[in-house]
């Protein structure tokens, strides 16, 4: 079934590998970029490219309004403070994004009348417990100094939000460690490595999954348990992009 998909964080490192998949199954995307720079690049790759910012709840409901999407992807972060010469600020702007962004882009799409929504939180959130931690281990909520920022202030009221729109679908990806092309590392790191590509794969197959929730997604062997995804979401942590490299 072809959707009209609206991305945000469409120039993002998933976002990038995640625009092609969707037009290629013939959805119709309009995808989010704060610089009119990357906009170009989002129209040469097929998409509609729409400049906004997510913290800016009138203009992000207005976009939403204009592009009437049936389906909304998160795919955002904000590590514009870099984690290496910043880290406090780059994980406090994280943070704020995912809470008060989240909440903005939720309120927009069921305003719109949106049906489904996918968002990608992430695999390291959990309290400690037995391994491996499967989807319904409790998170951190108990979390103090920069896991706190992460965990308590970001990851908690983004899934909230993702899971409590009435009558939406949500679908919570919580992603482990990336590696791969143009991310930190480009070999597995990590307790959850996930390679970007089926990271983004991940959000493709949520597009059309039949139960809404929360899905692990990382390699197997991890600290987390992916049998979830695997087996309702068909998805596969093997998965890359055809020509790609490792």
Do not use: C
């Not at 049906?115 to 319904?136: C, F, M, N, V």
């Not at 992460?150 to 990336?178: K, N, S, W």
Request: hydrophobic share 45%.
């Amino acid at each position: 079934m072809r959707h009209r998909i609206f991305l945000a964080g469409a120039t993002g490192v998933i976002g990038r590998r995640l625009v092609p998949m969707l037009i290629g199954q013939g959805h119709e995307v309009f995808g989010t970029t704060r610089s009119r720079d990357r906009a170009t690049a989002l129209e040469h790759a097929g998409a509609r490219p729409v400049v906004v910012d997510v913290l800016d709840a009138d203009a992000l409901y207005d976009a939403v309004q204009l592009a009437a999407p049936d389906i909304v992807i998160h795919q955002l972060t904000d590590l514009s403070a870099g984690l290496e010469a910043d880290p406090d600020a780059a994980r406090k702007a994280n943070a704020r994004l995912r809470r008060e962004g989240t909440a903005n882009l939720v309120r927009a799409a069921l305003s719109a009348g949106v049906s489904r929504i996918i968002a990608q939180s992430i695999a390291w959130a959990y309290a400690p417990g037995t391994l491996p931690y499967g989807e319904a281990h409790p998170l951190d909520t108990a979390a103090q100094g920069a896991r706190a920022t992460t965990v308590v202030d970001g990851i908690v009221p983004l899934e909230q939000a993702v899971l409590g729109g009435p009558g939406m679908a949500g679908f919570v990806l919580r992603y482990g460690q990336l590696y791969g092309p143009d991310t930190w590392t480009p070999v597995p790191e990590g307790a959850s490595p996930l390679h970007v590509d089926a990271a983004a794969y991940a959000a493709f197959r949520a597009v059309d999954g039949d139960e809404p929730g929360i899905y692990n997604i990382a390699e197997a062997g991890g600290e987390v348990d992916v049998g979830k995804a695997m087996a309702v979401l068909g998805w596969s942590p093997a998965f890359r992009l055809e020509g790609a490299s490792a």
